[in-house]
């Protein structure tokens, strides 16, 4: 796990891995549930709050999350991304403080600074009142002792939509019209206070119910558990663990590129901007901040995750397609009723590892090989990897590139400044490429380890894959049978195109 969220994340799996153990045994009940808290929570001292009580609130909270289902305090709640509220404590109520620094000067720049008479002199330093401060900064500039500092919340600072804010109680509150669900704030928050919702247990009680449950493995896994892991070696421990087969997500890159490279040729020659459709967290920014470039500029076609989910389906009718991947917005993506066929589960890497240290199963080296995807199918994890894709299809159909300007935009802040340029009308290139993890995918929020140990790991691994051609690639596959259009509709005649 990423080294400096082990506790953290630690517990969240740990209760995950023992949820998962009681859903394989058809024990997982109220009753289990509360024996999971007590075990988890035994005391009489606390390990990590102020009492044990409020220790195994925390953990029936996690406990429910791990069941796919809201916390207790946001019961109405659509979001994936929750708050504890009984682990959300501790944080500054006021963003501005005054340190030790302060000298208690005759002076008071910073007080005659304040336009909201929100400081004034204290006992021993002068103190600011939070319920009158607007975190202008003007008293922490006007000091001559630097003695007033910034102290943003690390979910607020991280969130790139101003998502977050806090009640005053200083509880964390997500506004659900602005949250993207890019996860940011999950593992930013030292308290462990924010997490989203788990599936893992919906998809053992598919897979004990007799249904054909098929993994879909994004491309971004390749290096997550090392060099010697291939996916072959996923694709063995996931049959293990009783689902019916797996399928790369990186093919699914390769559908997507081909079909985006005929709207961007069409859109080049028409003079029209246009993003790309991969990253679900980008897709929720466009849709939730910017809803006229989402009608106007956003590529029509589906996500890799959901190419591969509708293929599934056509080949697999009845199956359950489940997705596993770095990506918190994935678990959005799968639930937008807008588009239809796509994932009906998806889980993260360290969910994953969960899943399967609750049955027992290892990742192992195989000796067998497995490859479905393009090189540059399995490089969609990596920032600039979808926009080679798609140039890469213009050129395998003879058409020229050179001239296309791209602005491949990596991380929340050159995505909205990206989209803010396009929106004015400003933007000089011709497509952009947005990515809401600053690294791409291999350095999403749930990635499994860190994303220049992944990197390492992941160039051995590409390494071997063959030098196969995205459009001669996809001629192996029954294109023609489904929709590549987020509402679904069938387009013969782009079809045509792809497989000519």
């Not at 517990?11 to 999971?36: F, P, S, Y």
């Amino acid at each position: 796990m990423v080294t400096n969220d082990k506790g953290i994340v630690g517990l969240k799996h740990d209760i995950a891995e023992e949820v998962c153990r009681l859903a394989w045994a058809g024990n997982l009940n109220e009753e289990t549930k509360n024996d999971l808290v007590m075990k988890t929570i035994p005391g009489p001292k606390p390990s990590f709050r102020c009492c044990i009580y409020k220790e195994r609130e925390i953990v029936r909270e996690r406990i429910r999350l791990a069941c796919g289902q809201n916390t207790s305090d946001n019961p109405d709640s659509d979001n994936v991304v929750q708050v504890i509220y009984a682990a959300c404590n501790e944080c500054p109520l006021s963003a501005y403080s005054v340190t030790d620094n302060c000298r208690f000067c005759l002076g008071k720049a910073c007080q005659a600074s304040c336009k909201f008479d929100a400081i004034h002199p204290g006992d021993v330093r002068m103190h600011i009142d939070p319920s009158k401060c607007k975190e202008c900064g003007m008293c922490a500039g006007a000091c001559p002792y630097n003695a007033i500092v910034h102290l943003e919340r690390p979910c607020k600072k991280v969130c790139p939509v101003n998502a977050i804010t806090y009640d005053e109680y200083g509880i964390c509150k997500i506004d659900e019209s602005k949250c993207i669900n890019c996860g940011r704030c999950i593992h930013s928050c030292p308290f462990g206070a924010i997490g989203s919702k788990i599936y893992l247990v919906q998809i053992i009680e598919a897979i004990l119910a007799g249904k054909e449950v098929i993994a879909m493995t994004a491309p971004a896994i390749e290096g997550q558990f090392g060099e010697n892991i291939t996916m072959a070696s996923i694709r063995k421990a996931l049959k293990e663990l009783g689902f019916a087969d797996m399928v790369e997500v990186g093919l699914g890159g390769d559908m997507t590129a081909a079909y985006e490279s005929l709207e961007w040729t069409e859109a080049k020659e028409e003079g029209h901007k246009m993003t790309t459709s991969c990253c679900p967290a980008f897709i929720n920014l466009l849709k939730k901040h910017f809803p006229d470039q989402f009608r106007d500029n956003m590529s029509s076609i589906v996500s890799p995750m959901c190419a591969i989910s509708r293929y599934l389906k056509l080949t697999h009718p009845d199956c359950v397609t489940v997705f596993i991947g770095p990506c918190i917005a994935k678990k959005s993506e799968s639930r937008d009723e807008s588009v239809p066929d796509n994932a009906d589960y998806v889980i993260t890497f360290g969910e994953f590892a969960a899943l399967l240290r609750s049955k027992d199963v290892t990742l192992e080296p195989v000796e067998e090989e497995y490859q479905e995807a393009t090189i540059f199918g399995k490089k969609f994890a990596s920032s600039g990897g979808v926009a080679n894709a798609v140039l890469e299809c213009m050129m395998e159909r003879g058409e020229r590139t050179d001239e296309i300007k791209l602005r491949k935009a990596a991380g929340g802040d050159e995505c909205r400044k990206a989209l803010l340029l396009l929106k004015a009308g400003k933007l000089p290139e011709d497509f952009i490429e947005g990515m809401v993890c600053p690294e791409g995918c291999v350095g999403g929020p749930s990635r499994y380890k860190t994303a220049q140990e992944v990197m390492k790991a992941r160039a051995t691994l590409l390494s071997k894959a063959d030098g196969r051609k995205i459009l001669d690639n996809l001629e192996n596959y029954p294109m023609d049978k489904f929709s590549m259009h987020r509402d679904g509709h069938m387009d013969p005649e782009m079809t045509k195109k792809v497989l000519k």
